[in-house]
């Protein structure tokens, strides 16, 4: 269910802090000393975030809806991007083959052994997810 303006404004401090939710993640935090505030929450890979968005009634319902929108769909083509980035191995391997040409060959075969080692646990993931 939708806020409204007016019961932006009529909410009253309770002894404990609470929100009255919007919709889209949008909600309106009412602390005990009667401070309100605009908050959205939103999933990024898996985990949920918020964000602070602004002071009501300076920062208006509407306005509110908007920035809570605009953020959501940003961290939603994020998320839709993420496929391009590339894969720790990958990574890896570039760096190794333009580095290896300045080592010996004995802390080729060193950075060789650590590297396999570190794709164990590393190799299928996507390099901005470490």
């Known amino acids: 269910m939708s806020l409204t303006d007016a019961e932006c404004r009529k909410a009253q401090p309770k002894d404990k802090q609470y929100r009255l939710s919007d919709s889209h993640g949008l909600s ?8 309100k505030y605009w ?24 306005k509110a809806r908007e920035m809570a929108y605009e953020l959501k769909y940003k961290h ?26 300045a080592w010996s060959p004995k802390h080729i075969s060193n950075v060789r052994v650590s590297l396999d080692e570190l794709y164990l646990s590393l190799e299928n993931q996507r390099i901005n997810q470490i």
């Open 28 to 35: 309106l935090i009412i602390t005990t000393k009667g401070q």
């Open 39 to 62: 908050n959205v929450r939103y999933t990024v890979h898996g985990q949920r975030q918020s964000e602070s968005l602004g002071p009501y009634p300076e920062l208006s319902l509407k």
């Open 76 to 101: 939603s083509k994020s998320v839709l991007h993420e496929d391009i980035k590339p894969f720790f191995k990958e990574v890896a391997e570039d760096w190794f083959e333009n580095q290896k040409e």
